[in-house]
């Protein structure tokens, strides 16, 4: 129903910089909250970071100062942009999004999860 494509991952020396992109399609009406969250391995999932569709938006506290998200409604598109990169934000990075979609006798609420993009940082 929803269609997430992320882009933007990538090897980096520490210290260095990355954006990754997430852009959604399908038959989506209106979109609430996306977000970003990543796992290294032999950990669980956490949440990086979520922007609300007012805009609002949350960092866990690891990636505060150094890390931004943002949207284009226009493009229904989510981006992380990642400074001041370090070793420890090596995972993958998972895009998620929360929306409103048309089906075919209504509408419903899906939460939706990209395909994941690596994210590599060398010391």
């Known amino acids: 129903q929803v269609q997430l494509v992320e882009s933007g991952g990538g090897l980096v020396q520490a210290g260095g910089s990355l954006r990754l992109s997430c852009a959604a399609s399908?038959?989506?009406?209106?979109?609430?909250?996306m977000a970003w969250y990543r796992q290294a391995p032999g950990k669980q999932r956490d949440l990086v970071a979520l922007?609300?569709?007012?805009?609002?938006?949350h960092y866990a506290d690891s990636v505060k100062g150094r890390f931004t998200i943002s949207r284009d409604n226009t493009k229904n598109t989510v981006y992380l942009q990642m400074n001041s990169l370090k070793p420890e934000d090596t995972a993958v990075y998972y895009c998620?999004?929360?929306?409103?979609?048309?089906?075919?006798?209504?509408?419903?609420?899906?939460?939706?999860w990209g395909q994941g993009t690596q994210v590599t940082v060398s010391s």
């Open positions: 922007v609300t569709s007012g805009e609002s938006t």
């Open positions: 399908g038959s989506i009406v209106n979109i609430h909250t």
């Open positions: 998620y999004v929360d929306s409103t979609n048309r089906q075919a006798f209504g509408y419903s609420r899906v939460q939706s």
